[in-house]
């Protein structure tokens, strides 16, 4: 990047800003691009850390946080005009805190832009092992892989030879999910949106059998012909017709573990559910839960995940775009189905 005045710690900084609240589905004129210039300096006195992006996460959840959100809760709404922020990998250029020093590698929020300036640095994670490419921290050892390793054992309980049906299952969290319940001995089927998708996730992650939702007219036959005895476990990434089918075809006293329902985030009107009563009558444990409450569990999700990443034993998926401007285009991919796998774009070189 280009200094600005020959001063040396002074740059452009490029930056995606949200132009207004988005409704329905999103487009990339939703976000704006814009260049400000930054000083390569942390606040006097403050224990803020100064950022260079090098990778940056795409993920549904900035879909839902650019809308207006009426009731906050777990999710608030970005102002317009503020600038779009995610999970990101980046390299510390300067430091007011004694945890993290100049040079270090860490992952965590950051904005979508070239520098961020992290004023809340207890959301950092220092990356203490590079020899698995960085952007695995946005992805299998990072928050999606936290939240399949949670989501599986914590909520699930799996048992050998167990049946698994997983929704969205190439995404960032469901392509885990599935090579977790093959190493522990179970059966397992995926659903996608083509038949490329389809094809990498029954030939390259391991599953047991996939199919194209977008090709099957009725989802409760389709489910019933890949688990004639019932489905076990259902990891449930999308919600809407595909829960209501798994509803029919979950076995007595089967667990259903839910972290996100992208069938419904683009609606005016969420869909119904019809077949609830199957939770009474086969005694179901359906159960939403979402990562940031299970941070704790990161030490010891690292040390189990990352010998199986350098072992081959779990093999990961991304899609990556380059340079900032990409991200508008990597967000609406995330809802027309035209990612492959965990969603990355690349900011600056390492």
Request: charged share 25%.
């Amino acid at each position: 990047m280009e200094t600005d005045g020959g001063a040396g710690n002074v740059v452009r900084n490029k930056k995606l800003m949200l132009k207004d609240y988005i409704k329905g589905f999103p487009k990339e004129s939703d976000l704006h691009l814009t260049t400000e210039s930054i000083e390569l300096k942390v606040p006097q006195g403050s224990n803020a850390i100064l950022v260079k992006v090098l990778y940056l996460s795409i993920d549904p959840y900035q879909y839902i946080r650019s809308t207006k959100i009426e009731k906050p809760g777990y999710f608030s709404s970005y102002s317009p005009g503020s600038v779009i922020a995610s999970y990101g990998v980046g390299r510390v250029v300067e430091s007011g805190h004694s945890d993290f020093q100049k040079g270090d590698l860490v992952w965590g929020t950051t904005g979508w832009e070239e520098y961020s300036l992290i004023t809340e640095p207890e959301t950092l994670f220092k990356i203490q092992r590079s020899d698995v490419p960085l952007s695995y921290y946005l992805g299998v050892l990072g928050m999606p892989g936290l939240t399949a390793y949670v989501g599986f054992y914590e909520f699930c309980a799996p048992k050998k030879g167990e049946t698994v049906f997983i929704s969205s299952a190439i995404g960032a969290v469901g392509q885990l999910v599935g090579q977790l319940a093959k190493l522990m001995g179970c059966y397992v089927v995926g659903s996608a949106g083509n038949p490329e998708k389809v094809d990498l996730l029954k030939n390259k992650l391991g599953f047991d059998d996939a199919f194209n939702y977008k090709e099957e007219k009725n989802l409760n036959d389709t489910l019933k012909r890949h688990f004639p005895g019932g489905i076990d476990i259902c990891f449930d990434n999308v919600g809407g017709k595909m829960l209501d089918a798994v509803l029919l075809n979950m076995k007595l006293k089967g667990r259903i573990a839910h972290c996100g329902m992208i069938s419904q985030y683009t609606l005016d009107e969420p869909e119904g559910i019809k077949n609830m009563m199957n939770i009474i009558y086969k005694r179901l444990r359906l159960e939403g839960f979402v990562v940031t409450d299970h941070y704790h569990l990161f030490p010891k999700f690292l040390d189990f995940m990352l010998p199986c990443v350098r072992e081959g034993k779990i093999v990961y998926v991304e899609d990556i775009s380059e340079a900032l401007e990409s991200c508008p285009a990597a967000l609406v991919g995330l809802f027309n189905s035209s990612n492959l796998g965990k969603k990355v774009v690349i900011v600056a070189a390492e």
